[in-house]
């Protein structure tokens, strides 16, 4: 474990740095930190590009080539939020990393947010975001943030719908340096968790959504039928608004209700 103390650029982020070389999850590393008897500073960032046992949402698991991708965990304590505003903290992560996206591909390609908070590039999937949140009370007290970040990985076995910075940017990136970049991100989102910026985050939100307003196929996961709507709205609780094309009747869905056909 290497242990980095480094990053000048972040008022909290990254300040304490650890790198592991190899992880079951850089999520589950964090939350065994989290249960310790003397918890991670604020904005603690847990590192690796060997992760063995990574998840996504829905309990997936991450696929990611050994050695060619960023697994990167953070640490926060955004007691500031109500428990039922733990979706913003899942809109101010994707904006971040949809920002470092612009401005590691140098606006070539158009990062979008696929909800709830995927970033997709050119129909593909580039990074995912997992956030385990504890609540105290009727508050948020801890949340470890999980993003992982196709990088130097060019060939995605059975993921027809994956793509990475390199294939991107058609160069290698470093890892560590990428990850640290990405910090500096990840903390400017965070700071717009304050109570008079809730609004305009979830504006930015809506406005870097994939697929907003398209017409397309849905399906129900409950029953398996099919549904033929666009997104038309994103709840404050993260639930999705679908309206019918053909009734102009809204639907709502959670994570786990509703899948892209």
């Known amino acids: 474990m290497i242990v980095l ?20 999850s850089t999520n589950a590393y964090a939350l065994r930190l989290l249960s310790s008897q003397t918890p991670p500073p604020h904005g603690t960032v847990v590192f690796s590009s060997r992760q063995m046992a990574g998840r996504g949402q829905r309990g997936n698991e991450w696929q990611s080539e050994s050695g060619k991708n960023i697994a990167a965990s953070f640490i926060f304590y955004p007691r500031m939020l ?3 505003q733990q979706f913003y903290l899942s809109m ?42 504890t609540v105290s009370g009727s508050r948020l007290s801890a949340s470890v943030v999980g993003i992982g970040l196709n990088v130097n990985q060019t060939a995605f076995e059975n993921l027809p719908h994956a793509t990475s910075l390199q294939l991107l940017a058609q160069r290698q990136f470093n890892l560590r340096d990428t990850v640290q970049k990405l910090c500096t991100y990840v903390e400017a989102a965070y700071f717009l968790l304050q109570p008079d910026k809730l609004s305009a985050l979830k504006r930015q939100y809506m406005q870097n959504l994939y697929q907003f307003g398209v017409p397309r196929h849905f399906v129900r996961t409950a029953n398996h ?9 994103v709840l ?15 639907e709502y869905f959670d994570l786990k209700e509703i899948a892209w056909s």
């Open 92 to 133: 101010a992560i994707a904006l971040g990393v949809c920002r470092f996206l612009q401005h590691e591909l140098s606006l070539l390609h158009e990062p979008l947010i696929k909800w709830p908070n995927d970033l997709y590039i050119q129909h593909k999937k580039v990074a995912g975001i997992l956030i385990e949140n």
């Open 5 to 24: 103390d480094s990053l000048n650029n972040t008022v909290f982020t990254g300040k304490v740095f650890i790198e592991l070389p190899e992880v079951d």
């Open 236 to 250: 404050d609780n993260g639930h999705i608004e679908i309206t019918h094309c053909n009734s102009g009747q809204p």
């Open 82 to 84: 109500a428990a039922a």
């Open 225 to 233: 039928t099919l549904l033929y709507g666009y997104i038309s709205r």
